[in-house]
């Protein structure tokens, strides 16, 4: 199973990025999914997570009402849209799928992107 993540950049405070991960190579439709972050210096920090038909989800306190996570099990990508993005938010992003189906709040997953880059600045 490879997952492929993409979508990060650099963005001004209060601006918004949507990034995607394309997971290939397993049947994508019965994982949970979820999206992670690093920053430099920290430990890796869960962001958001989605059940395997969508129809849960589970947010970090410090994303909730900003960051959306959803999924397309028909093109077998994860999607996390971030709106109103904060110098804090600034860290590598890691996508991640778990064939057990369970939602982890913790880096359980057995399925891990490469990571994409997001900068927030003032």
């Known amino acids: 199973v490879q997952l492929q993540a993409s979508g990060g950049g650099s963005v001004q405070a209060g601006g918004s990025l949507r990034l995607s991960c394309v997971v290939s190579g397993g049947t994508f439709s019965t994982y949970s999914a979820a999206w992670f972050r690093q920053a430099p210096g920290k430990e890796r920090e869960f962001v958001a997570a989605v059940s395997q038909s969508g129809g849960r989800t589970n947010y970090a306190d410090s994303v909730k009402g900003r960051f959306t996570i959803s999924r397309d099990n028909a093109k077998n990508t994860v999607f996390l849209q971030m709106n109103s993005l904060k110098i804090g938010d600034t860290a590598v992003y890691y996508c991640?799928?778990?064939?057990?189906?369970?939602?982890?709040?913790?880096?359980?997953?057995?399925?891990w992107g490469q990571g994409t880059q997001v900068t927030v600045s003032s």
């Open positions: 991640a799928a778990d064939s057990s189906g369970m939602i982890w709040l913790r880096p359980n997953y057995n399925y």
